[in-house]
């Protein structure tokens, strides 16, 4: 089998709000043509002209090929020759970033083609499944222009959750940082009367997580709170400091009282290697697409197991990469959750109309996929609809 053609669309939602933090509101989509009429789709979290740029840039000297030109002629089934290939000739601009986003794009939509072409779900060609079903989290973005809309929206969410039939939920509780809720600020220890809401809202027999999204600007700042919230019985903490402050993220894995979490923009194993050995993290967090697709977040799910730590991907896009995530989940022994709300609770309109997908959430649970490849099919009319470029 011989790759024929790529293609790539940028899609946006129209009601497109620049002040929110959702990334959810746009998309780049891959497309992978071979010349046995087969094709694979995948997608990216990143700026989405940027990864477009990446793959669809000429060649302009050995070091700074094209990444469609690279890979034209080539067989879809040698992923890991090609992400050397596609890592290496693309190194003077690449190795990092935007480049290793789109790299995880094509790479998904390779194993897709695999299992479409063996009749397989990708799972299976990861290795097998290490479960019989995989756990989602419900990831719950609260509303509200003041501090008390905002955790009055919160408990309700995670009601909602847990009614819904959902064991674990993860709290967005972010009043301050980079990626405050639409420029609101609160004090921490309004954070720890919110997260305690939660806590009493579902009782004990529910799992929860708290995302304070790189708020603390030092290891001290953030363990002079969390401390405070060991009886809150936290499954982890994500993202409290910058994510380059691999040393205050070593202080935090020795001294906080829950795991910590982080790594959703992490790209390659390298940075991931970071954070395992230099970070000492408990949970390392790989988004499929932007740790540049199912060959390289295996290899974190590989570096995290041999050194005794949890894997819980970041996901936060449409039904591809989520299909992406779990065909990863089913093949990862030490993957106990992913990250997932059903389309219906979406706010995304990329979320719920972009993919027909298989996936089903049933009692708290979501069965095996069975369809071959990642088990989704692009719905035609949303391509049509949202796509600009
Ligand atoms: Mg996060």
Redesign the pocket.
């Known amino acids: 089998m011989k790759i024929t053609d790529i293609e790539c669309f940028v899609l946006v939602a129209p009601d497109l709000r620049k002040d929110a933090t959702s990334s959810s509101q746009d998309d780049i989509v891959v497309l992978v043509h071979t010349d046995e009429g087969i094709t694979g789709i995948g997608e990216t979290d990143t700026g989405p002209w940027l990864a477009k740029a990446a793959i669809e840039s000429p060649s302009s000297h050995t070091m700074a090929l094209g990444m469609k030109d690279l890979l034209i002629g080539q067989d879809p089934f040698d992923t890991s020759t090609l992400w050397e290939k596609m890592y290496t000739y693309t190194c003077m601009s690449g190795r990092r970033g935007a480049v290793i986003c789109a790299i995880g794009a094509i790479d998904m939509a390779l194993w897709d083609i695999k299992g479409k072409a063996l009749g397989l779900p990708c799972y299976k060609l990861l290795g097998g499944a290490h479960k019989e079903y995989i756990v989602p989290y419900a990831s719950l973005q609260p509303y509200g222009s003041t501090v008390d809309e905002y955790r009055d929206s919160l408990v309700d969410w995670v009601h909602r959750a847990k009614e819904y039939g959902y064991t674990a939920a993860k709290l967005e509780c972010t009043l301050g940082g980079p990626y405050k809720h639409s420029g609101l600020e609160g004090t921490d220890e309004q954070m720890t009367e919110i997260i305690t809401a939660c806590r009493e809202a579902v009782g004990t027999d529910f799992t929860l997580m708290v ?1 304070v ?1 790189y708020l603390w600007s030092d290891a001290k700042s953030a363990l002079r709170t969390i401390r405070h919230w060991e009886h809150l019985d936290l499954y982890f903490l ?2 409290p400091l910058q994510i380059d402050n691999l040393e205050g993220y070593a202080t935090l894995a020795r001294e906080s009282p829950m795991r910590i979490a982080a790594g ?1 923009w992490q790209n390659t194993r390298f940075e991931f290697l970071d954070l395992l050995d230099k970070g000492l993290l408990d949970v390392a967090q790989p988004d499929i697409g932007r740790v540049g697709g199912l060959t390289e977040a295996m290899r974190v799910c590989h570096m995290a197991q041999d050194r005794g730590r949890l894997i819980v991907p ?1 996901c936060w896009k449409t039904g591809i990469g989520i299909a992406a995530s779990a065909h990863m989940a089913a093949a990862v022994p030490n993957c106990p959750y992913i990250e997932f709300l059903p389309a219906e609770m979406c706010d995304s309109v990329l979320r719920r109309e972009l993919v027909i997908d298989e996936l089903q959430f049933v009692d708290g649970k979501i069965p095996l996929p069975k369809k071959p490849g990642l088990g989704i099919e692009l719905n035609p009319e949303a391509v049509e609809k949202y796509r600009v470029e």
């Open positions: 995302d999204q994500e993202t959703e970041h």
